[in-house]
């Protein structure tokens, strides 16, 4: 397992942005997949963008899909999610998680071995 702490998140009015990273620890952070969650108030978490190993494929929930991009530097053990046009709905909680089975981790958080304990992102009208 890894252990993932993320940060960058906050306050920011719509149409802004935020960058909020992901950071591993562990020599093996290379083999995982990893993917960004979020859970707003009353509602279950759900995904929201995915990426491979070795950054080569990145996968994304329709909501995000043209404001939102996940990248990932494996030479700083670090995941990034860029949010742009941000919209109140998007509002929530987000976690990282990795895996090292790219479809657990995309589809199968219960099975995750590993998350962070989660970043507040509020977005103002």
């Known amino acids: 397992q890894v252990q993932l702490v993320e940060s960058g998140g906050g306050l920011v009015q719509a149409g802004g942005s935020l960058r909020l990273s992901c950071a591993a620890s562990?020599?093996?952070?290379?083999?995982?997949?990893v993917a960004w969650y979020r859970q707003a108030p009353g509602k279950e978490r759900e995904f929201v963008a995915a990426?491979?190993?070795?950054?080569?494929?990145?996968y994304y929930d329709d909501s995000v899909k043209g404001r939102f991009t996940i990248s990932r530097d494996n030479t700083k053990n670090t995941v990034y999610l860029q949010m742009n046009s941000l919209k109140p709905e998007d509002t929530a909680v987000y976690y990282c998680?990795?895996?090292?089975?790219?479809?657990?981790?995309?589809?199968?958080?219960?099975?995750?071995?590993?998350w962070g304990q989660g970043t507040q992102v509020t977005v103002s009208s």
């Open positions: 998680a990795a895996d090292m089975s790219l479809v657990v981790v995309k589809t199968n958080p219960a099975s995750v071995s590993s």
């Open positions: 562990g020599r093996t952070f290379s083999r995982y997949a």
């Open positions: 990426i491979t190993w070795a950054g080569g494929n990145q």
